[in-house]
C-alpha cells in the first residue's frame, strides 16, 4: 500500500531531516511510527502526503508515485496533522461537505459517514457551529472524521491522540482497527507508546533522520520482558 | 521597567526576524535587491519633495515643505495607522500568551504600540525623512537643522498612532460584538475612515474672514501659521527644526502629554477593549446540517474567497485597495473638491477612453491579491496540498479567485464611472477588453511573486497582506510595466485612441501568455516545494 524507497529530505540549511528511508507497508497494516522529537517522522508524513517532496527516492501510495501521478496517489489516502489548523470561519458541515466533494463522495455515502462519525467523536451537534467556536479537542475530531470520510485506503495521522478526551482516543482506536479490518491502512506517529503498542501489527523507530528499526513487536522485543517504552528508550537513548 | 524593556525586546526581535525571514531569497544579489527595494522608492518621494522645496523657496520659505509634508504624514500615519493597530491588537497570536504574563496592562499596551510605532516610523521616513534631509542640505550644510530634524522624525509617528490607538481601540469594542462582528468591523472602519476625511476636507474648506487671513500673513512667519493653523504641532516641529527652543519644548510637551494619556488610559483599554474583544467570538451558530455535492473547482475557489472575507484585516485591505477610487471619488464629489461635470468637458473627450481604461483596470493594479494568495491561508495551507487536485489547478484557482474579486470591482467601478464619463458602446467595449487582459497578465504574474516568497508563518494578518515584499515587487512591475507603456504612447500617440487601447490589451495578452507558461516550465515544481 505504502512503498517509502531511499527517501532523503535535506532541508536549505544542509540539515538532513531524513536519511535514506526505506519502509514498506502492507495493506491491511497498522504501522506506528515513533522516534523522539525531531528525528524526521513530521518531515517523512509530509513527504508521504506530498506537503513537501523527497529530495531523494520515491514515495509510492498503491502503486501510484506520489510526484509523478500527484492525484492518483492522493485519492487513496485521506490525513489527520499534527495541529488542527484549519480555515476555522467556516461551519464544521461545510468543512465536512468540502472534504467530501474533494474525493468525491457521493450524497448517501457522505450522509452515512457524516454522521456515524461525528455522533461517534460526538460533535454532530456541534456542525451547525463556526469552527472557531471549537475547543482544540473538537477540532482534532472534525478534522478526523473529515478524514474518515472518504473510507480511504491509506489512513495517515500525525499524533493523532493529542487533544483527545480518553472516550474519543478509544474511539479513534476501535475506528482505526474496524478500518485495517475492512482492508485498510493505518500509518500513524505517536509519542503515547502504549497505543503504540496495544494497535500496531509493526512498530518504526526513526532517530536522526534514519529508520533503526521496522518489525513487530515481538521480533523487537526479542524474547525479553521489556516493555516498548524500556525498549525505545534504550534504543534511542542520547549518544 | 525591565518587564517593559524585555517585552518590547521581544516583539522587536520578533519584527526584524520576520522582516529577514520574509527575504527568503537564496539569490544573494536577488537578496541584496530585495532588501534596497524600500530604497527604490525613496526615489519618487524625493522628486516629489524636491519639486515642493524648489516651489516653497521661490516665495523664500523653504521650511514650508517640512510642514507641509508633516501634515500630510500626519493625516496618513493616522488612516494608516488604523489597521496596523487592529492587526497587532486584536489579531496577532501572541496575546494570549502575553495576557498571561504577569506584566501591568499599559505595559502590554506600550509594547504591542512598539511595532506599530516601526512600520509608521519607516513610513514616514520616506516623505518626512526626504524632506528634512532635503531642508538641511540643499544650499548649506545645516547640521543642527538635521539633527533636530531626525529627532523630530523618530517623535512624529507618536502624535497620530497615538490618537489612533485611543480612538479605534474604544470603537473596536464597539463594533466588534454579536454574531456579525466581521461585518460590523469591515462597515464600520470604512465609514469611520470615511468621516474623518469629510471632516477634515470641510474644515480646510471652511472659510475664513478675509480680515483674519491678511492679519495672519502680516505676521512674521505669515504663511507658516496660516498652513498650520489647524494643526499647531505642524508650526512647533518646523520651528523646532529652524532652531526654536520654546517650539521645540512645545512639540516634546504635545507628544509627552499624548504618550501620559495613553498611559492613563491604558489599563482601561486593555480590560475595556482588548480582553472584551478577545473573549467574544465571532460564531455562527444554528442553521440545518445539509448535504450538498459541488463542483471542486468552485469549492475551492469558495474557500480561498472565504479567507478573505472572513478575516476583517483582509477584507479591509482589499476593500480599501480595490475600490480607492471609489472611496476617493465619493468623498471628493460630496464636499464639492471634484465636479461631476468635469469629466464630461468637451477638452477632455478624446482622453476619456484612457479615463475609463484606467478606472475599471485599478481593481487589478492595486490589488496585489495573488502576490498574497498563497501568504493568506498562513498555516492552513496543508490542506490544499493534500487533497488530490493537480498542482496546475490548485494554482488556477487561487488565480480565478483574484480575477472574480477584481472583475466584480471592475463591473462596479465601470458601472458607476458611465455615470461620470461619456462613454459610448465601443468605448466600453476596448476598455473591457484591456482591463481583462491587464487583470489576467496581472494576476498571473502576482502569483509567481508569492510562490517564490510564499511567508506562511506571520504573526498577524497585516504582515500578510500588506507589510511585506510582495506587495512591493508587485507594485515594482507595474511601475515598470507602467513606464514601457508610457513610453510606448508617447511613441504611437498620433494614433487613434481606440487602436492604442487594443495594441496595449495585446501586449498585456502576450505578456500573461508568457507569464502562464513560465509556471507551467518553472513555479508548478516551485509550487510543490512550498512547505507549510
Given at each position: 500500500m505504502l512503498n517509502i524507497k531511499n527517501v532523503s529530505k535535506t532541508y536549505?540549511?544542509?540539515?538532513?531531516?531524513?536519511?535514506?528511508l526505506t519502509l514498506e507497508i502492507k495493506k491491511g497494516e497498522i504501522i506506528g511510527f515513533i522516534g523522539p522529537n525531531g528525528a524526521g517522522k513530521t518531515t517523512t508524513i509530509s513527504m508521504v502526503t506530498g506537503i513537501i517532496s523527497p529530495t531523494e527516492g520515491t514515495i509510492e501510495i498503491n502503486g501510484k508515485d506520489i510526484r509523478k501521478e500527484p492525484i492518483e496517489a492522493k485519492k487513496n489516502f485521506t490525513f489527520v496533522p499534527d495541529?488542527?489548523?484549519?480555515?476555522?470561519?467556516?461551519k464544521g458541515i461545510d468543512y465536512l461537505n468540502f472534504i467530501a466533494d474533494m474525493y468525491e463522495v457521493d450524497i448517501q455515502e457522505r450522509k452515512e459517514r457524516i454522521e456515524k462519525y461525528t455522533k461517534l467523536f460526538q460533535i454532530y451537534d456541534a456542525?451547525?457551529?463556526?469552527?472557531?467556536?471549537?475547543?482544540h479537542g473538537m477540532k482534532q475530531k472534525l478534522l478526523i472524521s473529515g478524514a474518515l470520510l472518504p473510507n480511504p485506503n491509506l489512513f495517515i495521522l500525525d499524533?493523532?491522540?493529542?487533544?483527545?478526551d480518553p472516550h474519543s482516543a478509544k474511539t479513534l482506536k476501535d475506528i482505526m482497527k474496524e478500518h485495517c479490518d475492512r482492508g485498510g491502512t493505518v500509518f500513524f506517529s505517536s509519542h503515547v507508546l502504549e497505543v503504540v503498542e496495544n494497535l500496531c501489527h509493526r512498530v518504526a523507530i526513526i532517530q536522526k533522520g534514519e529508520l533503526i528499526v521496522c518489525d513487530t513487536l515481538d521480533n523487537i522485543k526479542k524474547?525479553?520482558?521489556?516493555?516498548l517504552e524500556e525498549i525505545f528508550l534504550e534504543m534511542t537513548k542520547y549518544e | 521597567m525591565n518587564k517593559f524593556i524585555s517585552l518590547t525586546k521581544i516583539q522587536i526581535i520578533d519584527f526584524f526576524s520576520k522582516y529577514a525571514r520574509s527575504?527568503?531569497?537564496?539569490n544573494k544579489f536577488l537578496g541584496i535587491l530585495v532588501i534596497f527595494l524600500p530604497i527604490i522608492l525613496i526615489l519618487p518621494a524625493y522628486q516629489i519633495v524636491t519639486q515642493l522645496y524648489n516651489i516653497f523657496s521661490t516665495i523664500n520659505a523653504p521650511e514650508l515643505t517640512i510642514t507641509y509634508i508633516y501634515i500630510a504624514n500626519t493625516i496618513f500615519i493616522f488612516f494608516i495607522g488604523i489597521a496596523f493597530i487592529i492587526s497587532v491588537f486584536f489579531?496577532?497570536?501572541d496575546l494570549r500568551l502575553i495576557s498571561t504574563l504577569p506584566v501591568k496592562e499599559d505595559t502590554i499596551v506600550f509594547s504591542k504600540l512598539t511595532s506599530v510605532y516601526i512600520y509608521l516610523f519607516v513610513i514616514s521616513c520616506f516623505f518626512l525623512g526626504t524632506s528634512i534631509v532635503i531642508y538641511s542640505t540643499i544650499?548649506?550644510?545645516?547640521l543642527i537643522s538635521l539633527i533636530i530634524g531626525i529627532i523630530a522624525l523618530l517623535i512624529s509617528p507618536l502624535l497620530p498612532m497615538i490618537l489612533s490607538t485611543i480612538i479605534i481601540l474604544p470603537f473596536m469594542s464597539l463594533v466588534g460584538s454579536g454574531k456579525k462582528r466581521n461585518l460590523l468591523i469591515i462597515v464600520g472602519n470604512l465609514l469611520f475612515i470615511g468621516g474623518i476625511v469629510v471632516m477634515q476636507t470641510l474644515l480646510t474648506r471652511m472659510q475664513m474672514d478675509p480680515e483674519q487671513i491678511r492679519n495672519i500673513l502680516l505676521q512674521e512667519d505669515g504663511l507658516l501659521i496660516m498652513l498650520g493653523r489647524n494643526f499647531p504641532p505642524s508650526i512647533w516641529l518646523t520651528k523646532m527644526i529652524q532652531g526654536s527652543i520654546p517650539h521645540a519644548i512645545l512639540f516634546l510637551a504635545i507628544n509627552a502629554i499624548f504618550i501620559l494619556i495613553l498611559k492613563v488610559l491604558a489599563k482601561g483599554l486593555y480590560r475595556r477593549t482588548l480582553m472584551k474583544f478577545n473573549q467574544e467570538q465571532a460564531v455562527i451558530q444554528g442553521g440545518k446540517i445539509y448535504y450538498k455535492k459541488r463542483n471542486k473547482g468552485l469549492q475551492i475557489i469558495k474557500r480561498h474567497i472565504n479567507i478573505i472575507i472572513s478575516n476583517p484585516i483582509f477584507l479591509l485591505n482589499t476593500l480599501l485597495t480595490i475600490f480607492l477610487p471609489i472611496f476617493m471619488g465619493v468623498i471628493f464629489l460630496f464636499t464639492g473638491e471634484?465636479?461631476?461635470s468635469l469629466f464630461k468637458s468637451t477638452i477632455l473627450e478624446p482622453y476619456q477612453i484612457y479615463i475609463y481604461s484606467a478606472i475599471i483596470t485599478s481593481p487589478a493594479v492595486m490589488g496585489s491579491l495573488s502576490a498574497t494568495a498563497i501568504t493568506r491561508?498562513?498555516?492552513?495551507?496543508w490542506q490544499t496540498k493534500v487533497l488530490p487536485i493537480s498542482t496546475r489547478d490548485n494554482i488556477r484557482y487561487r488565480i480565478y479567485t483574484t480575477l472574480i474579486i477584481s472583475f466584480f470591482a471592475s463591473l462596479v467601478l465601470g458601472i458607476i464611472a458611465v455615470y461620470f464619463i461619456s462613454v459610448n458602446l465601443m468605448t466600453v467595449l476596448i476598455s473591457s477588453i484591456f482591463c481583462i487582459s491587464a487583470t489576467l497578465f496581472l494576476s498571473v504574474i502576482d502569483i509567481i511573486i508569492n510562490i517564490e516568497r510564499?511567508?506562511?508563518?506571520?504573526?498577524?494578518p497585516t504582515a500578510a497582506v500588506?507589510?511585506?515584499l510582495n506587495i512591493i515587487l508587485s507594485l515594482l512591475i507595474r511601475v515598470v510595466i507602467g513606464v514601457i507603456v508610457y513610453f510606448a504612447y508617447i511613441i504611437?500617440?498620433?494614433?487613434e485612441a481606440s487602436i492604442i487601447m487594443i495594441l496595449f490589451s495585446g501586449f498585456f495578452i502576450i505578456l500573461y501568455f508568457i507569464s502562464k507558461y513560465i509556471i507551467r516550465k518553472i513555479y508548478e515544481d516551485k509550487f510543490i516545494d512550498i512547505a507549510p
Open positions: 536549505s540549511n544542509n540539515k538532513k531531516a531524513v536519511d535514506n495541529h488542527p489548523t484549519i480555515i476555522d470561519t467556516i456542525l451547525s457551529q463556526t469552527i472557531n467556536s471549537y475547543s499524533e493523532p491522540m493529542v487533544g483527545l524474547n525479553s520482558s521489556a516493555t | 527575504m527568503n531569497t537564496k489579531y496577532s497570536k544650499g548649506e550644510l545645516k471634484l465636479d461631476g491561508e498562513g498555516k492552513a495551507f510564499p511567508l506562511l508563518n506571520w504573526s498577524s500588506k507589510n511585506n504611437i500617440s498620433a494614433w
